[in-house]
């Protein structure tokens, strides 16, 4: 499981706030160069699930980490 915490870095205070979650879960049923992830969103408490989404047939070999939180963040907003 990929876990993406965002926060909030107070450049005034020093206080650390999360404002949101991310887990992308490799569900088991790709292969060796595509896989299939459930993407859940949290909200501020990391407890609250907002919403879910799947990315299918991700090249897992070829493509960055990045391009995988993007396609993840866009099947959250579809």
Do not use: P
Request: glycine share 8%; net charge positive.
């Amino acid at each position: 499981m990929i876990i993406v915490k965002i926060e909030l870095h107070s450049a005034v205070t020093g206080k650390v706030t999360e404002l949101g979650k991310l887990h992308i879960i490799n569900d088991g049923t790709g292969d060796a160069s595509k896989g299939n992830y459930d993407v859940h969103k949290y909200g501020k408490n990391g407890r609250q699930l907002l919403a879910h989404a799947r990315v299918e047939r991700h090249a897992r070999r070829s493509r960055t980490i990045f391009n995988l939180l993007r396609r993840a963040l866009e099947a959250l907003r579809a």
